[in-house]
């Protein structure tokens, strides 16, 4: 019986080349807060340095867009995806990240598209100064079908208890200040896919309105947060602070207003190409629209009103594009002008 397991399905020498292939971007990562572990179980990391330590975690998944990574051959864009996401949710709490561990899970393991994701994964991590300290692959024939794949990560950060952000300290009349997204993140595919589907379209045509392929829109990579948020929390009182992916912003800002609300100004942001052709090749009613993607605001971080101003500055020099969208309100939900 031997090479009775390959026989099943599950082939152990793939796994052993995907592993080598992302070993070097994976220990890249590393800093001195890394404990070595050679061959054990688990990812060691030394936290030190704080008075009152708290730390933030949270696991998420790339979801149906590994779906477009599939079709277009093209995955290293699901390694950085989960990594900002990820990252996005614990800097939301008030936390810098610090440790990142991913998961492939696949039918039939193929070592050069989970390399590719986990050295996205990787150079994600490095720009971030995150360290990925773990991973795993699994190869499950029977559970997921031929081609089937999915991506998920978990990230740990820290912060001192008094340096959490949970939107206690919200006022009405507060600012909204929103920060730019880079298109869809990893939300709404399922309703994205089947517009392009059902149009009639492949990723690799440009439709009118457009500049670039559809593939190429779709997997625009999740973007992140953390330096620009950093430079801000700096010199700035921030209040509240809200990653905005499923439920866009009706569903995801008023996690950080303390009770409150907010009214946007919808025309106080840009928003990317690819939402609206979305809206116009799917008819999507745009209160659909709202409730399903960003719309171009990945991030919204809440702040003094009289520091508005100079917020969306110092976000701009950080590197990201911002805009004053709107205010805090007493009366809960998010409404748009």
């Given at each position: 019986?031997?090479?009775?397991?390959?026989?099943?399905?599950?082939?152990?020498?793939?796994?052993?080349?995907?592993?080598?292939?992302?070993?070097?971007?994976?220990?890249?990562?590393?800093?001195?807060?890394?404990?070595?572990?050679?061959?054990?179980?688990?990812?060691?990391?030394?936290?030190?340095?704080?008075?009152?330590?708290?730390?933030?975690?949270t696991?998420?998944?790339?979801?149906?867009?590994?779906?477009?990574?599939?079709?277009?051959?093209?995955?290293?864009?699901?390694?950085?995806?989960?990594?900002?996401?990820?990252?996005?949710?614990?800097?939301?709490?008030?936390?810098?990240?610090?440790?990142?561990?991913?998961?492939?899970?696949?039918?039939v393991l193929?070592?050069?598209?989970?390399?590719?994701?986990?050295?996205?994964?990787?150079?994600?991590?490095?720009r971030?100064?995150?360290?990925?300290?773990?991973?795993?692959?699994?190869?499950?024939?029977?559970?997921?079908?031929?081609?089937?794949?999915?991506?998920?990560?978990?990230?740990?950060?820290?912060?001192?208890?008094?340096?959490?952000?949970?939107?206690?300290?919200?006022?009405?009349?507060?600012?909204?200040?929103?920060?730019?997204?880079?298109?869809?993140?990893?939300?709404?595919?399922?309703?994205?896919?089947?517009?392009?589907?059902?149009?009639?379209?492949?990723?690799?045509?440009?439709?009118?309105?457009?500049?670039?392929?559809?593939?190429?829109?779709?997997?625009?990579?999740?973007?992140?947060?953390?330096?620009?948020?950093?430079?801000?929390?700096?010199?700035?009182?921030?209040?509240?602070?809200?990653?905005?992916?499923?439920?866009?912003?009706?569903?995801?800002?008023?996690?950080?207003?303390?009770?409150?609300?907010?009214?946007?100004?919808?025309?106080?942001?840009?928003?990317?190409?690819?939402?609206?052709?979305?809206?116009?090749?799917?008819?999507?009613?745009?209160?659909?629209?709202r409730?399903?993607?960003?719309?171009?605001?990945?991030?919204?971080?809440?702040?003094?009103?009289?520091?508005?101003?100079?917020?969306?500055?110092?976000?701009?020099?950080a590197?990201?594009?911002?805009?004053?969208?709107?205010?805090?309100?007493?009366?809960?939900?998010?409404?748009?002008?």
């Open positions: 019986m031997s090479g009775a397991y390959e026989e099943s399905g599950v082939s152990l020498e793939r796994a052993e080349r995907a592993l080598a292939r992302m070993r070097s971007a994976v220990e890249a990562t590393h800093g001195p807060s890394v404990v070595p572990y050679p061959g054990g179980f688990a990812g060691l990391y030394g936290l030190s340095g704080y008075r009152d330590p708290v730390l933030a975690s696991i998420d998944g790339v979801g149906t867009k590994v779906l477009v990574a599939r079709e277009t051959g093209r995955y290293a864009s699901l390694g950085e995806d989960i990594v900002n996401h990820c990252a996005n949710d614990v800097l939301a709490a008030g936390a810098r990240p610090l440790l990142f561990l991913d998961y492939v899970g696949t039918g193929d070592p050069e598209a989970v390399a590719e994701i986990a050295c996205g994964a990787a150079g994600a991590c490095q971030l100064g995150i360290s990925l300290v773990g991973g795993e692959t699994a190869e499950m024939p029977g559970l997921y079908g031929a081609g089937d794949f999915e991506v998920v990560g978990v990230c740990v950060g820290a912060c001192e208890r008094d340096e959490l952000v949970r939107g206690e300290r919200v006022r009405a009349g507060d600012a909204v200040i929103g920060l730019a997204s880079s298109g869809l993140h990893t939300n709404g595919y399922t309703l994205a896919r089947k517009i392009v589907s059902e149009a009639g379209l492949s990723y690799a045509d440009v439709p009118e309105g457009l500049d670039r392929p559809l593939g190429e829109l779709y997997l625009e990579p999740h973007r992140a947060y953390v330096k620009e948020i950093l430079a801000l929390r700096e010199k700035i009182e921030v209040r509240g602070m809200a990653h905005i992916t499923g439920g866009g912003l009706p569903g995801n800002l008023p996690r950080a207003l303390g009770g409150f609300g907010a009214h946007l100004e919808a025309s106080s942001w840009e928003e990317p190409e690819v939402f609206g052709f979305i809206r116009r090749a799917g008819g999507i009613p745009e209160d659909e629209m409730r399903v993607f960003n719309l171009g605001v990945g991030f919204c971080a809440v702040v003094p009103a009289e520091e508005a101003e100079r917020a969306v500055g110092v976000v701009r020099e590197g990201c594009v911002a805009w004053r969208i709107g205010e805090v309100v007493e009366r809960r939900g998010v409404s748009f002008g």
